[in-house]
């Protein structure tokens, strides 16, 4: 979302008549906080690898492994929590999922070493891919069905929120007070969401047994396995890119940690507007979207790799990173929503898990890659997959047709 989390609010929705005739808006609020919170803790470690590893004493490409940990575990616990659950209130799994995150943010604060870090994000992947299992599916038993499209706006504000921040402030605070501190910072602010929750959060009881016999089904139609492949090699390519984003920074301009902050600013607001531009694109074709964002991407990923040594150059060119790869996620979703619209809760699962491993994918060869060659390494993945996750969905035959 998190590159991850716009993937999936699409998860773990049942086909619930809504009965409700008054929207609970205070809890609508505590799913926004805590997409915030959740976000926000996903995206720390870019900002924070440097220290991170410089504190653990391992290199940077084995730090960038805890974004890893976290996906990998995701792929599962998207689609698992549903089903684990099922007999709790709604309402106790997201407040446990809170819990989770904080529990994961405090232990990372105080880890002596890697695997103990690497533990507190599988804790944050548990927690991250649950609560974005479960996100649409409660907000459709909080408002009435008209008022649904306005209460998952309000949920996405609160990822757009994190996105633009919790890199650029993560990076500033990180060098003021430590990477440790900002962790603890982190888990504070899931405090206050918890107490939130708390108190708006009605009681859910649960209304319906999940289902995922579907999946296989859907694994067979080639339109939805060309969704998930589009996915895991533009996505990964991504991520392979913005994990080390800050070593590229810092080794190749080098940039003070100030600047950092600024240009991950520029890219978080970047994809805030950019996630604007996809729901325009989308409107046309979300396989438009799609090729104009991967495209875009590694026509920027080449100019960062010939005059990334620029300062100016590079802080530019993230910026138009994060609003090319902004796009992406509106496309990805609307395409598998239309080759599969008669299964669209199941596909939205298939999507969490097809984000999840690619996120995992990019996090290991970026870390491979910076480690063997430096920070051109991921640079030059990021340009090559995103190129070729444009060609690969440009030159496909695979339409929208829902079969009979």
């Known amino acids: 979302m998190t590159d991850s989390a716009t993937a ?30 959740q976000v926000t803790a996903e995206f720390l470690p870019a900002s924070l690898l440097t220290p991170i590893a410089a504190d653990l004493g391992v290199s940077v490409g084995a730090a960038g492994q805890v974004v890893t940990a976290t996906s990998l575990v995701g792929i599962i616990a998207g689609l698992a929590t549903a089903i684990v659950t099922r007999a709790m ?10 819990v989770l995150l904080i529990v994961s943010t405090l232990l990372s604060a105080t880890a002596s070493n890697l695997p103990i870090l690497l533990l507190a994000r599988v804790l944050l992947g548990i927690s991250l891919s649950g609560f974005w299992a479960m996100a649409t599916a409660t907000a459709m038993r909080l408002v009435p069905a008209e008022a649904l499209p306005r209460a998952i706006s309000l949920i996405f504000s609160g990822v757009s929120i994190a996105t633009v921040s919790a890199a650029p402030i993560g990076a500033y605070l990180g060098d003021l007070w430590g990477w440790r501190n900002v962790f603890l910072l982190a888990a504070a602010v899931g405090a206050v969401v918890l107490v939130f929750q708390v108190l708006t959060l009605p009681r859910l009881p649960p209304l319906t047994s999940p289902d995922v016999r579907t999946l296989f089904v859907l694994m067979r139609r080639p339109s939805v396995r060309l969704v998930m492949i589009a996915i895991a090699v533009s996505i990964s390519g991504h991520f392979a890119g913005f994990t080390y984003v800050r070593h590229f920074l810092e080794q190749v301009p080098q940039l003070p940690v100030t600047a950092i902050s600024l240009v991950l600013l520029a890219y978080g607001v970047g994809g805030f507007f950019g996630n604007f531009a996809g729901g325009v694109l989308v409107a046309r074709s979300a396989k438009l979207a799609i090729v104009t964002g991967s495209a875009a991407i590694a026509v920027l990923a080449l100019v960062l790799f010939v005059f990334g040594a620029s300062g100016l150059v590079a802080g530019i060119a993230v910026g138009l990173w994060g609003f090319a790869f902004g796009v992406l996620p509106v496309g990805f979703q609307t395409w598998m929503v239309r080759v599969a619209s008669d299964e669209a809760e199941s596909a939205g699962g298939l999507l969490v898990s097809a984000f999840q491993v690619a996120i995992t994918v990019g996090a290991v060869v970026g870390g491979i890659l910076v480690d063997g060659f430096g920070p051109f390494g991921a640079v030059g993945y990021l340009a090559a997959a995103t190129l070729a996750g444009a060609l690969l969905v440009l030159l496909s035959r695979s339409g929208g047709e829902v079969p009979a």
């Open 89 to 98: 209130d709604r309402r106790v799994v997201l407040w446990s999922l809170t």
């Open 8 to 37: 999936a609010l699409d998860a773990d929705v049942s086909p619930i008549t809504n009965e409700r005739t008054n929207a609970a808006w205070a809890a609508v609020v505590s799913l926004m906080l805590g997409a915030f919170s």
